[in-house]
Protein backbone atom coordinates (compact mmCIF):
# COMPACT_ATOMS: atom_id res chain seq x y z
CA UNK A 1 0.00 0.00 0.00
CA UNK A 2 2.67 2.51 0.88
CA UNK A 3 4.45 1.76 -2.62
CA UNK A 4 1.55 2.96 -4.49
CA UNK A 5 1.29 5.82 -2.42
CA UNK A 6 4.73 6.56 -3.58
CA UNK A 7 4.23 6.42 -6.63
CA UNK A 8 1.51 8.22 -6.48
CA UNK A 9 3.12 10.80 -4.82
CA UNK A 10 5.89 10.84 -7.36
CA UNK A 11 3.34 11.40 -10.42
CA UNK A 12 1.77 13.89 -8.91
CA UNK A 13 4.75 16.18 -8.18
CA UNK A 14 5.65 15.56 -11.47
CA UNK A 15 2.94 16.52 -13.18
CA UNK A 16 2.71 19.60 -11.06
CA UNK A 17 6.43 20.81 -11.73
CA UNK A 18 6.15 19.87 -15.47
CA UNK A 19 3.26 22.56 -15.34
CA UNK A 20 5.11 25.13 -13.77
CA UNK A 21 7.64 24.71 -16.27
CA UNK A 22 5.57 25.09 -19.13
CA UNK A 23 3.81 27.96 -17.41
CA UNK A 24 7.09 29.58 -16.71
CA UNK A 25 8.53 28.84 -20.61
CA UNK A 26 5.91 30.66 -22.20
CA UNK A 27 5.99 33.83 -20.05
CA UNK A 28 9.57 34.00 -20.40
CA UNK A 29 9.44 33.52 -23.82
CA UNK A 30 6.03 35.03 -24.38
CA UNK A 31 5.96 37.83 -26.80
CA UNK A 32 5.60 38.45 -30.47
CA UNK A 33 9.04 37.74 -32.28
CA UNK A 34 8.41 39.86 -35.23
CA UNK A 35 7.98 43.46 -32.88
CA UNK A 36 11.56 42.18 -31.14
CA UNK A 37 13.05 41.93 -34.33
CA UNK A 38 12.01 45.01 -35.60
CA UNK A 39 12.91 46.82 -32.24
CA UNK A 40 16.20 45.68 -33.27
CA UNK A 41 16.71 46.36 -36.61
CA UNK A 42 15.57 49.84 -35.52
CA UNK A 43 17.82 50.35 -33.31
CA UNK A 44 21.18 48.94 -34.67
CA UNK A 45 20.42 51.44 -37.98
CA UNK A 46 23.76 53.43 -38.19
CA UNK A 47 25.08 55.71 -40.52
CA UNK A 48 27.80 54.09 -42.74
CA UNK A 49 30.19 57.01 -42.66
CA UNK A 50 29.82 57.81 -38.78
CA UNK A 51 32.50 55.26 -37.02
CA UNK A 52 30.94 53.16 -33.99
CA UNK A 53 32.69 53.27 -30.47
CA UNK A 54 33.35 50.20 -28.67
CA UNK A 55 35.29 48.73 -25.59
CA UNK A 56 35.24 52.61 -24.11
CA UNK A 57 32.05 51.62 -22.29
CA UNK A 58 30.91 55.12 -22.72
CA UNK A 59 28.91 55.01 -25.14
CA UNK A 60 28.64 58.27 -27.83
CA UNK A 61 29.76 61.71 -25.87
CA UNK A 62 28.73 64.70 -27.67
CA UNK A 63 30.54 67.69 -26.90
CA UNK A 64 28.92 71.28 -26.14
CA UNK A 65 29.52 72.89 -29.17
CA UNK A 66 28.81 76.61 -28.03
CA UNK A 67 32.81 77.47 -27.38
CA UNK A 68 35.71 76.45 -29.46
CA UNK A 69 38.94 76.14 -27.67
CA UNK A 70 41.09 75.35 -30.51
CA UNK A 71 41.06 74.20 -33.87
CA UNK A 72 43.44 71.90 -35.85
CA UNK A 73 44.31 71.90 -39.68
CA UNK A 74 46.21 68.72 -40.76
CA UNK A 75 47.97 68.16 -43.81
CA UNK A 76 46.36 64.74 -44.23
CA UNK A 77 43.33 66.31 -44.78
CA UNK A 78 41.54 65.90 -41.15
CA UNK A 79 40.43 69.01 -38.91
CA UNK A 80 40.25 68.68 -35.09
CA UNK A 81 38.32 71.09 -33.26
CA UNK A 82 38.49 71.01 -29.54
CA UNK A 83 35.16 72.09 -27.56
CA UNK A 84 35.67 71.55 -23.84
CA UNK A 85 38.59 70.46 -21.93
CA UNK A 86 36.63 70.45 -18.25
CA UNK A 87 38.06 68.71 -14.95
CA UNK A 88 35.74 65.83 -13.20
CA UNK A 89 35.27 65.46 -9.66
CA UNK A 90 36.77 62.36 -9.36
CA UNK A 91 40.24 63.21 -11.03
CA UNK A 92 40.06 63.52 -14.56
CA UNK A 93 39.90 66.17 -17.01
CA UNK A 94 38.09 65.00 -19.98
CA UNK A 95 39.02 66.69 -23.65
CA UNK A 96 36.23 66.16 -26.14
CA UNK A 97 35.45 67.47 -29.85
CA UNK A 98 35.08 66.73 -33.22
CA UNK A 99 37.18 64.90 -36.01
CA UNK A 100 36.00 66.51 -39.60
CA UNK A 101 37.43 65.02 -42.78
CA UNK A 102 37.80 68.17 -44.68
CA UNK A 103 39.12 66.10 -48.48
CA UNK A 104 36.66 65.21 -51.16
CA UNK A 105 36.90 61.39 -50.66
CA UNK A 106 36.87 58.78 -48.22
CA UNK A 107 39.77 59.13 -45.59
CA UNK A 108 41.29 56.31 -43.24
CA UNK A 109 42.52 57.67 -40.11
CA UNK A 110 46.26 57.27 -39.32
CA UNK A 111 47.64 54.82 -37.15
CA UNK A 112 49.49 56.79 -35.43
CA UNK A 113 46.70 58.74 -33.71
CA UNK A 114 46.49 55.18 -31.78
CA UNK A 115 49.19 55.08 -30.36
CA UNK A 116 52.11 51.88 -30.59
CA UNK A 117 51.23 50.15 -27.03
CA UNK A 118 50.44 46.93 -28.03
CA UNK A 119 47.53 47.08 -25.38
CA UNK A 120 45.50 49.99 -27.25
CA UNK A 121 46.41 48.72 -30.74
CA UNK A 122 43.89 45.75 -29.62
CA UNK A 123 40.72 48.31 -29.80
CA UNK A 124 41.17 49.58 -33.22
CA UNK A 125 41.63 52.81 -34.49
CA UNK A 126 41.51 55.43 -31.79
CA UNK A 127 42.86 58.65 -30.18
CA UNK A 128 44.79 56.60 -27.43
CA UNK A 129 48.05 58.34 -28.93
CA UNK A 130 47.05 61.75 -28.35
CA UNK A 131 49.00 63.57 -25.22
CA UNK A 132 48.78 67.03 -23.34
CA UNK A 133 51.70 68.95 -21.93
CA UNK A 134 52.08 71.05 -19.46
CA UNK A 135 54.82 72.95 -19.98
CA UNK A 136 55.53 75.27 -16.79
CA UNK A 137 55.78 72.04 -14.62
CA UNK A 138 57.46 69.66 -17.86
CA UNK A 139 54.52 67.49 -17.49
CA UNK A 140 53.37 64.89 -20.42
CA UNK A 141 49.25 63.17 -19.52
CA UNK A 142 48.56 60.47 -21.71
CA UNK A 143 44.94 58.87 -22.03
CA UNK A 144 44.09 57.29 -19.39
CA UNK A 145 43.42 53.13 -19.59
CA UNK A 146 40.82 50.92 -17.76
CA UNK A 147 42.59 48.03 -15.66
CA UNK A 148 41.97 46.36 -19.38
CA UNK A 149 44.61 48.35 -20.73
CA UNK A 150 42.07 49.77 -22.85
CA UNK A 151 42.17 53.81 -23.81
CA UNK A 152 39.41 55.61 -22.41
CA UNK A 153 38.57 57.70 -25.78
CA UNK A 154 36.77 57.24 -28.84
CA UNK A 155 37.44 54.39 -30.88
CA UNK A 156 36.30 52.85 -33.87
CA UNK A 157 37.63 56.02 -35.66
CA UNK A 158 39.02 53.38 -38.58
CA UNK A 159 38.03 56.17 -41.84
CA UNK A 160 35.54 59.22 -42.80
CA UNK A 161 33.54 59.74 -45.50
CA UNK A 162 33.95 63.43 -47.22
CA UNK A 163 32.59 66.17 -45.32
CA UNK A 164 31.48 63.97 -42.23
CA UNK A 165 32.60 64.66 -38.55
CA UNK A 166 32.43 62.30 -35.75
CA UNK A 167 32.17 63.40 -32.05
CA UNK A 168 35.31 62.37 -29.33
CA UNK A 169 36.45 62.27 -26.30
CA UNK A 170 39.87 61.38 -24.25
CA UNK A 171 40.16 61.20 -20.45
CA UNK A 172 43.11 62.18 -19.07
CA UNK A 173 44.67 62.76 -15.72
CA UNK A 174 44.01 66.37 -14.39
CA UNK A 175 47.24 68.81 -13.77
CA UNK A 176 46.79 70.44 -10.56
CA UNK A 177 44.67 73.34 -10.13
CA UNK A 178 46.54 76.42 -10.81
CA UNK A 179 47.59 74.87 -14.16
CA UNK A 180 44.65 76.69 -16.73
CA UNK A 181 46.52 75.64 -20.26
CA UNK A 182 47.73 72.72 -21.84
CA UNK A 183 49.50 72.16 -25.29
CA UNK A 184 47.27 69.14 -27.23
CA UNK A 185 49.28 66.86 -29.12
CA UNK A 186 47.89 64.46 -31.48
CA UNK A 187 50.30 62.66 -34.22
CA UNK A 188 50.76 64.46 -37.39
CA UNK A 189 48.77 67.07 -36.30
CA UNK A 190 50.18 70.60 -35.44
CA UNK A 191 50.43 71.27 -31.51
CA UNK A 192 47.14 73.78 -30.09
CA UNK A 193 47.08 75.24 -26.96
CA UNK A 194 43.55 74.54 -25.44
CA UNK A 195 42.22 76.21 -21.97
CA UNK A 196 41.28 74.15 -19.15
CA UNK A 197 37.62 75.21 -18.06
Same mark, same amino acid.
Given at each position: ???????????????????????????????????????????????????????????????????? $? @????????????? /???? %? *??? !? #??????????????????????????????????? $? @????????????? /???? %? *??? !? #????????????????????????????????????????????????
Amino acid at each position: MSIRHGAITRRAVTAVLAAAALSLSTACGGGDSGSDDKKSSNSASTDPGKPQESGDGGGSTVPDKGKT $L @ATINGSNGFRITV /YGAA %R *DEG !G #FLTVSGAVENTTSKRQFTPLQWSGQESQVKRTGPS $L @AGMTLVDKADKKR /YYVL %R *DTD !G #FPLTTTGMSSLDSGKSVDFFAQFPAPPNETTTLDLQIPLMPTATIEIS
